[in-house]
């Protein structure tokens, strides 16, 4: 902004024209045979199409204000001028300047309407923008004429480092429509960049362009009669009304120094081109369920902020926790209630705040978040393994913790062969569970592990091939279960106590025991089978069907084959057979005999090979 513009009233359209001339150019200075030098600094920028920009001046008001010394006493007045000034800069495409045809080089033009005291005047630069830089290609002044600087043209370095300062002397030759003059005007010009971000022009886009200032020097001959103001915002000389239009801190007095040349100084306050930064942002899931917790990425990455000094962050989330951050990329953004939610980020760069909310940037479902859960064994036996049955829902990652466990840590969905080894006692099985947004949940059951109980399945035992024998287990309390095995070997496989079936071979068995919890133990015992040779025939029956002794059988073990003969004491054959399982029951072709000594003959030939001849008698009692 340009402040405490004060000129002389006489005259107004004049001073107004070449005043707008000194502003609009930019960098150029109007007027001919200037004598005196003073330095020119002002503040320009490289526009983009569609941009407003305001300059006012306001005048106090003021006594008349008396100013003597040097070569020359004046008064200037102000008292007439107390509404100001304003000029406006508009940027607009050269196809909506009032001299579209004029500068086929142009990519954009700079209008400016200046108002004072009900009065409006308007002027147009047009630009171009090539390899060199910036170029002012023509110029139009209401009341002062059209200029065109095209060949040669005044030429803004480009490019250069921000932080640099270049400098250009320029000379610019143009042909003045209003006078029918040649206009030519040179200087030096000295660019300051600083800025970043940015600039989209008609035809061209420029990174890391948002503040220019330019500080440009000029070597202007004012002739015998010069002034020098201290705090001097804009000197303005006109030899044609010999005027002076300055500024001036009210209470100071500066003498004019004669004719020695010195210098006076234009400053301009620098403009800022404030270019928005695109704000993006992107949320690790749009749709969440209650009690998630989330991480949000900041987008955020263009050349404006990249080249700004000092940046800071300031995330709002509504209905989140923490409701605000200030990291870059916040996590662990959680979400306890269902429903749709913004979420704003506020940037702040170089002391400029820039804000964009994004609406409805997560939905929070109700009921989908994970829940965690398993399946177990609650009582387990020191020394043994056990596996864990996962019935989580809902969820993609899974982390178990065994206390007192071989194993301390798992990560499988249903861990296997978990071990208890080391000591008894109760302790904790923790499975936290979290689905794909990072919601997590957790749940702990008690496992209890108990010493195993004594089980004891007897001394082991020798019997005769053939015969059986009674196995017998005593465990623990005994109120749990018992299981024998083989189990095709005895009469009951879940008894305490059981009888074998006949052994013709040694044979272990296993008794397991379990008891309430599933806490199991076993024991074993070996029934040895010894072989016999040993066969024979009983010396008496009795046939009355009282189911006692009632047949007559060959005795005997390991026997191939044999030839067995009853007969009567007349030597009358009453019975014979060559099948051991088969045996004489007291009749004769089914007729029953009476009681009495019969007489037997016995041939066995056995698996040792050998032969065996046996003859006697037996009783057979009714």
Request: glycine share 10%; net charge negative; proline share 5%.
């Amino acid at each position: 902004m340009m402040e405490n513009l004060y000129y002389q009233k006489l005259p107004i359209l004049r001073v107004m024209n070449q005043m707008k001339h000194l502003l609009l150019a930019g960098l150029l200075i109007c007027g001919n045979a200037l004598h005196a030098q003073f330095t020119l600094s002002l503040a320009d920028h490289y526009p983009s199409i569609g941009d407003e920009v305001y300059y006012t001046s306001f005048i106090d008001m003021a006594e008349p204000l008396p100013i003597t010394g040097g070569g020359a006493d004046l008064v200037w007045d102000f008292s007439e001028y107390v509404d100001g000034i304003q000029l406006l800069y508009e940027y607009i495409p050269v196809s909506q300047g009032l001299f579209p045809n004029d500068y086929p080089n142009s990519n954009w033009v700079e209008r400016g309407q200046g108002y004072s005291n009900g009065s409006f005047s308007t002027g147009e630069n047009y630009y171009s923008l090539g390899a060199q830089g910036v170029a002012l290609e023509g110029q139009f002044i209401e009341g002062f004429g059209k200029v065109d600087y095209s060949i040669p043209r005044l030429t803004y370095p480009f490019p250069m480092n921000f932080g640099d300062v270049a400098a250009d002397n320029w000379l610019a030759t143009g042909f003045n429509d209003a006078s029918g003059e040649e206009d030519t005007r040179t200087g030096q010009s000295t660019f300051e960049f600083d800025g970043y971000g940015t600039l989209i022009l008609p035809h061209i886009t420029l990174e890391d362009v948002v503040r220019v200032r330019t500080v440009n020097e000029q070597v202007i001959d004012l002739g015998p009669a010069a002034i020098t103001f201290v705090d001097t915002i804009i000197v303005w000389y006109s030899q044609d009304f010999n005027h002076y239009v300055a500024s001036y801190t009210k209470g100071e007095y500066i003498g004019f120094p004669g004719n020695d040349i010195i210098t006076l100084q234009f400053i301009r306050n620098p403009e800022e081109i404030i270019l928005v930064p695109e704000l993006d942002i992107s949320v690790s899931t749009p749709t969440a369920c209650d009690g998630d917790c989330l991480t949000y990425t900041n987008l955020s990455d263009d050349g404006v902020i990249a080249n700004a000094e000092e940046v800071s962050w300031l995330w709002t989330f509504p209905g989140g926790a923490p409701a605000t951050s200030t990291a870059q990329n916040p996590g662990n953004v959680c979400y306890q209630e269902p429903g749709t939610y913004d979420v704003i980020l506020e940037v702040t760069l170089d002391g400029l705040t820039f804000t964009e909310t994004f609406p409805e940037m997560v939905a929070v479902v109700e009921g989908c978040g994970p829940i965690a859960n398993f399946d177990y064994t609650p009582i387990v036996c020191l020394g043994q393994c056990y596996d864990f049955t996962n019935t989580s829902s809902n969820a993609v990652e899974y982390f178990w913790t065994f206390e007192g466990a071989a194993t301390s840590i798992s990560q499988e969905f249903s861990p296997t062969d978990i071990c208890y080894l080391d000591q008894t006692g109760i302790y904790n099985v923790t499975l936290t569970v979290a689905n794909a947004n990072g919601s997590s949940t957790s749940i702990t059951q008690q496992i209890t592990v108990v010493n195993p109980p004594n089980v004891n399945a007897g001394p082991d035992q020798t019997i005769i091939q053939g015969t059986t024998t009674t196995l017998s287990a005593i465990a623990g309390n005994g109120t749990g279960n018992f299981i024998w095995q083989p189990f095709e070997d005895v009469t009951c496989f879940s008894c305490p106590a059981t009888t074998t079936y006949p052994l013709n071979e040694t044979t272990t068995f296993v008794v397991f025991y379990e008891q309430s919890g599933g806490c199991q133990s076993s024991d074993t015992v070996t029934v040895f089978v010894e072989e016999s040779f040993g066969f024979g025939i009983p010396n008496s029956f009795s046939p009355n069907g009282d189911g006692v002794n009632d047949v007559l059988f060959v005795r005997g073990s390991n026997i191939t084959r044999m030839n067995f003969v009853v007969y009567n004491r007349y030597g009358e054959e009453m019975f014979s057979t060559t099948d051991q399982s088969k045996g004489w029951d007291g009749t004769k072709n089914g007729r029953e005999l009476n009681a009495g000594v019969f007489g037997y003959y016995l041939e066995v030939f056995q698996l040792d090979g050998t032969r065996h001849e046996v003859k006697g008698d037996v009783t057979m009692v009714r």
